[in-house]
């Protein structure tokens, strides 16, 4: 008697009378198992256009191969679904796919698909919000970056490629040793801090062997926490929160410029103190910082009432009277000074919206480009009376370093837009590449002081930040001349290396000199001393940051076994009188540009590339990192 035949679904099958009990489970297995193809099918598989179908096709001829004997209608393959019409491609989906093929409504689900794609390409077009730190981070944490609404720890593992995140602090390296000479630069900043909070609070320095404050000329008889100002923003990139509050709450509540009856120095206020202060304005966008700065550059500003515009050297805050040194070539103003506003002068327009700051430094350009240039070059000093070139002496070190430098960073902060500051420093360095840089006998690369047109084949300290200068203008002017001042960076901070080397402490010297008998070495006792100078450093890591070249942060963890061994007291550091003495006397000041400077600059040489970006950021004459417009939301902050 033939079998009679059921049927579920559309599949023949034999009835239940005529089978096995194992060959019941066998089918069932076999039904359950087309229904789960299916199901996944309708529900796993997202969106098909017109090559979604053709996926479809192959989840069936797998489950053919598998189940040959299983009776499945065979889907039509994509071309056959999609006709000559593309659009329908969108709307191939198992639940809108009916009758075989033909189509049937749309998928609801595939529409609403469609529509949150849509708001996210179009989301994608609009501006981004500002990313924002968060004021106060838990203590012993690094404080959080919050951009496009997520909460970023600054040393996590964040798209390195995207220019819009900012990181202010942590910034570990990958590598482990390198992590533990960082460890070892941070505990360095803790020990001259925590020295200096005990023996010196709201003083300028200390002295950390007599255990007193110091107080520098430049600053008058005023004692305005100088170097708590300088130390913010250090404390702050290197995770001291507790620190960085207690110095915040003094300088918020304590500093205070208007009540100083005595000069002070214009430019070393400016770097140190607006400087400062607008640094640390960018990394925590609170804006009572710029107040203070714009508090204290208002002070400044009778400095500028000359008849050329050219600022005096010293100020009296209370008084508003100005004046030069009478040493400087008869009262002259001094090239570096003058021609170092331009970086805080300029961001301080820009965050307060008062264009005066701008007006000054405009002045001042305008003076400088319009003067008639010896050979090309920059004398340091200059009559702000009469607007003329005092004794032609020209340096790359002590009187004239960072008017250089600020061409250069003038130009890069504003975004490239600054055309003026590019071409003032590309005419600067060519004439001091003709005229004063030079090689020794033994392939040293050196820059020379000039006077009076006569080479003193004397090298400032100061003038090692120019190996890290000519590689940075190399690395993003792109000019003719880029390979050449990349070579003469390399070549600068190599001789500056030497310098420290050839020494017994293994630190360098006020300045060196380079004759038949000598090179790279102090001749004279009173360019022996070492005064916990950053420039060397300061060259160490730009070049890191830009070749790669592990031998800098080689000679920068030299630089840091040398201050420990001989610049480390018990109560903070202090600069040596003699670097060619191994048992040398020691000054007994503890600068506050080693808090700023020498520390910050050690610390990201082992840091990763990522915190205080050179993408992002240009550093002050005092390393105070103030953000470039354009490359760095943290350029300007909501007012709260």
């Avoid at 959080?144 to 995140?165: F, Q």
């Avoid at 004046?323 to 961001?347: C, M, P, R, V």
């Amino acid at each position: 008697m033939a079998a009679k035949m059921g049927r579920i679904a559309g599949l023949a099958f034999p009835s239940r009378r005529t089978i096995k009990l194992k060959e019941r489970y066998i089918f069932l297995i076999l039904v359950l198992t087309v229904i789960v193809f299916s199901i996944t099918t309708i529900f796993l598989i997202p969106d098909l256009r017109s090559s979604s179908a053709d996926k479809v096709y192959q989840v069936y001829v797998h489950v053919q191969n598998a189940a040959p004997d299983i009776l499945i209608p065979q889907p039509s393959s994509a071309n056959e679904l999609v006709g000559d019409n593309p659009d329908k491609a969108e709307l191939v989906h198992w639940g809108g796919i009916n009758k075989h093929g033909q189509m049937d409504e749309p998928d609801p689900h595939l529409l609403s698909d469609k529509e949150r794609l849509k708001k996210k390409i179009d989301a994608s077009e609009t501006i981004l919000e500002k990313p924002k730190v968060q004021d106060k981070a838990e203590d012993g944490e690094a404080p959080v970056i919050k951009h496009r609404g997520h909460e970023l720890r600054p040393d996590s593992d964040v798209d390195n490629t995207d220019k819009s995140v900012v990181i202010t602090s942590g910034g570990e390296d990958n590598e482990d040793d390198v992590r533990k000479k960082r460890d070892t630069v941070k505990q360095m900043m803790a020990h001259a801090w925590k020295n200096y909070e005990e023996y010196a609070w709201g003083g300028n320095e200390l002295r950390p062997i007599s255990l007193k404050t110091h107080n520098p000329g430049i600053f008058g008889a005023a004692q305005l926490g100088a170097t708590i100002i300088d130390a913010l923003d250090t404390l702050y990139i290197m995770g001291f929160t507790k620190e960085f509050e207690k110095a915040k709450q003094w300088t918020l509540e304590n500093l205070n410029f208007s009540s100083v009856g005595s000069d002070i120095s214009v430019f070393e206020t400016n770097i140190r103190f607006v400087g400062g202060l607008l640094t640390v304005y960018a990394l925590t966008g609170d804006y009572a910082f710029a107040a203070k700065a714009d508090e204290i550059a208002q002070l400044l500003l009778p400095a500028f009432n000359t008849p050329t515009g050219i600022p005096n050297a010293l100020i009296n805050a209370k008084t508003g009277i100005g004046k030069n040194y009478n040493w400087a070539s008869g009262g002259a103003a001094i090239l570096s000074e003058f021609g170092t506003l331009h970086l805080e002068f300029s961001y301080l327009s820009d965050v307060t919206g008062n264009p005066v700051y701008r007006e000054k430094i405009e002045q001042v350009r305008k003076v400088i480009r319009e003067i008639p240039k010896p050979n090309g070059l920059y004398p340091n000093y200059l009559n702000s009376r009469t607007g003329k070139w005092g004794q032609t002496h020209m340096s790359l070190g002590a009187l004239g370093d960072s008017f250089y430098e600020y061409l250069l960073k003038a130009y890069l902060q504003s975004g490239k837009e600054d055309s003026d500051a590019r071409t003032l420093y590309i005419e600067a360095m060519e004439a001091i590449d003709k005229w004063m840089i030079r090689e020794s006998r033994s392939g040293l690369l050196y820059v020379s002081d000039m006077k009076y047109e006569r080479l003193e084949h004397k090298m400032d300290h100061l003038a090692c930040f120019s190996g890290g200068m000519f590689a940075l203008g190399a690395h993003t002017l792109h000019d003719s001349s880029a390979a050449r001042h990349m070579d003469i960076g390399k070549g600068l901070t190599n001789t500056c290396h030497e310098s420290y080397i050839r020494s017994e402490t293994g630190l360098g010297p006020e300045a060196f000199r380079f004759s038949d008998g000598l090179e790279a070495r102090a001749l004279k006792s009173n360019e022996k001393y070492y005064i916990l100078r950053p420039e060397v450093v300061e060259s160490y890591f730009i070049l890191w940051r830009l070749t790669k070249d592990k031998k800098y942060r080689e000679w920068g963890w030299e630089a840091v076994q040398a201050l420990e061994a001989h610049c480390r007291v018990d109560h903070g550091y202090s600069g040596i009188k003699n670097v060619y003495n191994i048992n040398s006397q020691k000054d007994d000041v503890q600068q506050s540009f080693l808090l700023a400077e020498t520390l910050k600059y050690l610390y990201l040489l082992f840091s990763d590339d990522r915190l205080i970006s050179l993408d992002q950021w240009v550093f002050n004459t005092e390393a105070h990192p103030l953000p470039i417009k354009g490359s760095n939301p943290f350029y300007l902050h909501e007012k709260r």
